[in-house]
């Protein structure tokens, strides 16, 4: 009984592994896109520097799992 819950889990997630992925690679180009706005954005605020900062380092790591996965 065991096995078998574990191979439906297995197939159900076998077949949306490349959504799965795509929507990572995704998220990870997004990420870096909104860091690099928020770096370009003037403001004196420690908190927005962070915020760009974490921004691009998620989405650089999120991409290279991403092609460490491929």
Do not use: R
Request: contains cysteine; proline residues 1%.
């Amino acid at each position: 009984m065991e096995e078998k819950i574990e191979n439906n889990i297995d197939n159900a997630l076998g077949v949306i592994a490349p959504q799965l992925t795509i929507f990572s690679m995704i998220i990870g180009m997004v990420l870096i896109v909104l860091g690099m706005i928020f770096c370009l954005k003037k403001s004196s605020k420690k908190h927005l520097k962070t915020t760009w900062i974490l921004c691009i380092g998620i989405g650089i790591l999120a991409i290279i799992s991403n092609l460490m996965q491929l």
